[in-house]
């Protein structure tokens, strides 16, 4: 099945730090890629969705200006907290899909995200 | 408001048993309900989809079962091994390449 890599897998940062985590397709051009955020024991909720080339799409309650998604090209998107504060400690899941309307999404192992 | 509703939240089950998790939706739109297996630290893998126009689809030891008028649908383990414990979640979209709207997920522990 298709590879997506997420980097790094755990970082640790102080609060009003800005941390970017990376999204990458492997073996194939992802034309859109999701970012999910999870919780500890709950499930994972959608934030926003990119298009390479294009503006990300933000849920409902999630601010556009502190989680600042870049989809520069078919293979990477990256995910930019800023000002991050101990409330944005979470794990960072992304998901990608090629331009075929038939692919599933495939999910990255995640990124464990710890603001002191 | 949960678009997707999933119970039980937790579950044990015996070496040998069958896992059983329901699902419920509320929007027609959804077209596709895959199901994620995921163990800590990791993030979900595909287990088994089903479109609305199939009641049952079978891989392996894992089947689900598509109610498309009672807008529910569950995912059966068979033969339930403790590799098997994980969070299992259900999900939907519109499409399979729409965004995936997440149940809260199901904690399966199998015990030998």
């Known amino acids: 099945g298709a590879v997506v890599s997420q980097h790094p897998s755990r970082v640790i940062c102080k609060s009003g730090t800005s941390v970017k985590i990376e999204c990458r397709s492997l073996d194939f051009q992802a034309t859109t890629m999701f970012w999910y955020r999870q919780f500890p024991k709950q499930s994972l909720m959608l934030m926003a969705t990119s298009n390479e080339g294009s503006k990300a799409t933000y849920e409902q309650g999630v601010e556009k200006d502190k989680f600042l998604i870049n989809h520069a090209s078919l293979t990477l998107s990256t995910l930019t907290v800023t000002s991050a504060h101990p409330e944005d400690s979470s794990f960072y899941i992304c998901?990608?899909?090629?331009?075929?309307?038939?692919?599933?999404?495939?999910f990255g192992p995640g990124t464990r995200l710890t603001v002191l | 408001q949960q678009q997707v509703k999933q119970s039980p939240q937790s579950l044990i089950v015996q070496k040998g048993g069958i896992s059983i998790i329901n699902c419920a939706y509320e929007n027609t739109a959804f077209d596709y309900f895959p199901w994620y297996q995921q163990f800590p630290g990791k993030g979900p893998a595909l287990l088994i989809a089903i479109r609305p126009d199939v009641s049952e689809k079978k891989e392996g030891r894992f089947t689900i079962s598509f109610n498309k008028s009672a807008k529910q649908f569950s995912l059966h383990i068979m033969d339930s091994q403790p590799g098997d414990s994980a969070t299992y979640f259900c999900?939907?979209?519109?499409?399979?390449?729409?965004?995936?709207?997440f149940g809260p997920g199901t904690s399966l522990s199998v015990i030998p």
């Open positions: 999900a939907a979209s519109r499409t399979s390449y729409d965004k995936v709207i």
């Open positions: 998901s990608a899909r090629s331009g075929s309307t038939t692919d599933t999404q495939y």
